[in-house]
């Protein structure tokens, strides 16, 4: 025992004077508080030039996810730049959206897939031709449960109205079943659906059931979703889509 937390004491004194690690540590925290200083000084100054707005309560939230996603984009840069310099890996990148590959669901994500071998040449997937729309994806019975209350309808049309006169975007997504596609599902879709709230005759819209979801992610029917809806919208809302990813891995086992 005293041997196993000697060694643990050791290794958490090796990691306080390994000078590389401070450095590195110290490198990417400089990386990510210029990112966010990019991104909230650039949202601050472009709505104090170029908008009437001048609301904290409105700019704030806007900066701030701004400075989150300009610092995402440049310490991605970096790990390109480390992978292949540093590690000596082929680096190939791109960014794949699944209505490309036979889902209804407009969802855009950045993949990265390294190789040791710089040799090896790897190919990007191409679109499928095999398209579905919303209507395909949907149950033919709903619980009523699905279907959201007067009063968050009410509170959804009133925000939207609300950030339109402020000059923001956000706002709920109508979705009809003849759409080509919906809007992207994230894991807060079990706070109140807003995303994507699907059409229905003299009712008012509905969120999407936990099967819907785990469709509008290429999941068979065949799995299983043995938690709660809250819970089953969230693991749904951060998962990957499984036809992009199958898509990818035949891909790769052409090159390895």
Not at 226 to 244: E, L, M, R, W
Request: one cysteine or more.
């Amino acid at each position: 025992m005293a041997e196993n937390l000697t060694g643990h004491q050791g290794n958490k004194m090796k990691f306080w004077t390994h000078k590389d690690k401070w450095y590195s540590s110290a490198y990417n925290t400089l990386v990510c508080l210029i990112g966010c200083a990019i991104g909230d000084f650039g949202t601050i100054l472009y709505f104090q030039l170029y908008t009437n707005i001048k609301s904290i309560l409105v700019i704030m939230p806007i900066a701030i996810i701004n400075g989150i996603l300009t610092s995402i984009i440049l310490e991605t840069i970096i790990l390109l730049k480390i992978l292949e310099k540093e590690l000596g890996y082929k680096v190939y990148h791109n960014v794949l959206n699944s209505r490309d590959f036979g889902v209804p669901q407009n969802r855009e994500r950045l993949f990265i897939i390294c190789f040791k071998n710089k040799n090896k040449k790897f190919e990007w997937p191409l679109p499928l031709h095999r398209k579905k729309i919303v209507k395909d994806i949907l149950e033919k019975r709903v619980h009523k449960k699905y279907t959201i209350s007067n009063l968050l309808w009410s509170s959804h049309k009133a925000r939207k109205i609300r950030n339109k006169k402020n000059g923001k975007g956000f706002g709920y997504n109508l979705i009809d079943s003849n759409n080509e596609y919906t809007n992207t599902m994230s894991a807060r879709y079990y706070k109140d659906g807003a995303e994507i709230l699907l059409k229905q005759k003299n009712q008012n819209p509905r969120k999407v059931t936990p099967r819907e979801a785990a469709r509008l992610q290429g999941f068979p029917d065949t799995f299983k979703i043995p938690v709660s809806d809250n819970q089953a919208y969230k693991q749904f809302g951060n998962t990957v889509c499984i036809p992009v990813i199958e898509a990818l891995l035949l891909q790769i086992a052409k090159v390895i």
